[in-house]
């Protein structure tokens, strides 16, 4: 470097080129700062915003990671299926007699069907009923859809289908004359009286005797009947 009359050392020409054309546009001279402290000056400020910029990316990184992902997966259909009603079973079933029937000659009376079981169940149709006399002699009960003590009422062949929650209770009427057709003497009387569901076999059984009319079952003719089940307790 040259030296002046003050004895102060002035720029080389290129040195004196920079400062001059490119340092005023940024706002100050480079002869006004000692060259070394120049350049750390700027280098230490590009760490700086490096640094900066450095922290910015992390933390933007962090909390996109941090955000809940989205689940893709879709609901799944649920489906409520409703078991079928089927009809009752025997272990479903108690039988035994309501109340008895007399009138027009006829005596009979109505025998119940209660669901004991916690599982809802159906009757339709008639039940299987068979007489049987003191020699074991079984005699079937003709199947009528009506007759003088019960069934259904008169002008309708609708049979009921019925549904027995817990405890629900059907109803079927039985019934037979009280005197022989020919108009003297007496009838013979049947001992027991087996039942089952409409189209199963009779394993309950019954002594003959009437309720509350103290006589049992007769065997004139014609024939004993049973009339189909319906709900209730009335065997219409």
Same mark, same amino acid.
């Given at each position: 470097?040259?030296?002046?009359?003050?004895?102060?050392?002035?720029?080389?020409?290129?040195?004196?080129?920079?400062?001059? /054309?490119?340092?005023?546009?940024?706002?100050?001279?480079?002869?006004?700062?000692? /060259?070394?402290?120049?350049?750390?000056?700027? #280098?230490?400020?590009?760490?700086?915003?490096?640094?900066?910029?450095?922290?910015?990316?992390?933390?933007?990184?962090?909390?996109?990671?941090?955000?809940?992902?989205?689940?893709?997966?879709?609901? &799944?259909?649920?489906?409520?299926?409703?078991?079928?009603?089927?009809?009752?079973?025997?272990?479903?079933?108690?039988?035994?007699?309501?109340?008895?029937?007399?009138?027009?000659?006829?005596?009979?009376?109505?025998?119940?069907? #209660?669901?004991?079981?916690?599982?809802?169940?159906?009757?339709?149709?008639?039940?299987? &009923?068979?007489?049987?006399?003191?020699? !074991? &002699?079984?005699?079937?009960?003709?199947?009528?859809? !009506?007759?003088?003590?019960?069934?259904?009422?008169?002008?309708?062949?609708?049979?009921?289908?019925?549904?027995?929650?817990?405890?629900? &209770?059907?109803?079927?009427?039985?019934?037979?004359?009280?005197?022989?057709?020919?108009?003297?003497?007496?009838?013979?009387?049947?001992?027991?009286?087996?039942?089952?569901?409409?189209?199963?076999?009779?394993?309950?059984?019954?002594?003959?005797?009437?309720?509350?009319?103290?006589?049992?079952?007769?065997?004139?003719?014609?024939?004993?009947?049973?009339?189909?089940?319906?709900?209730?307790?009335?065997?219409?």
């Amino acid at each position: 470097m040259a030296k002046t009359e003050e004895g102060r050392a002035h720029p080389a020409p290129n040195q004196a080129h920079w400062t001059d /054309t490119v340092a005023p546009y940024r706002g100050f001279r480079y002869r006004d700062l000692p /060259t070394d402290g120049f350049f750390w000056g700027m #280098t230490a400020m590009r760490s700086t915003w490096v640094v900066v910029a450095s922290a910015v990316v992390a933390l933007s990184v962090a909390s996109c990671s941090s955000s809940p992902a989205k689940s893709s997966q879709k609901p &799944v259909a649920t489906t409520t299926t409703t078991a079928a009603v089927t009809g009752c079973a025997n272990d479903q079933i108690q039988v035994k007699y309501g109340k008895g029937l007399a009138g027009q000659g006829y005596e009979g009376a109505v025998i119940l069907f #209660t669901n004991v079981s916690p599982i809802t169940c159906t009757l339709s149709g008639y039940p299987v &009923v068979v007489a049987e006399d003191s020699a !074991n &002699v079984q005699t079937p009960l003709q199947e009528t859809i !009506n007759g003088p003590l019960g069934g259904v009422p008169q002008g309708s062949t609708k049979i009921p289908k019925v549904t027995l929650n817990q405890d629900g &209770v059907a109803s079927a009427s039985i019934e037979a004359p009280n005197h022989p057709s020919s108009g003297g003497g007496t009838c013979p009387r049947y001992a027991n009286i087996l039942v089952g569901l409409p189209g199963g076999s009779p394993v309950y059984q019954l002594t003959a005797t009437l309720p509350y009319l103290n006589v049992n079952l007769s065997a004139c003719d014609p024939p004993p009947q049973v009339h189909p089940i319906f709900l209730g307790e009335d065997g219409y």
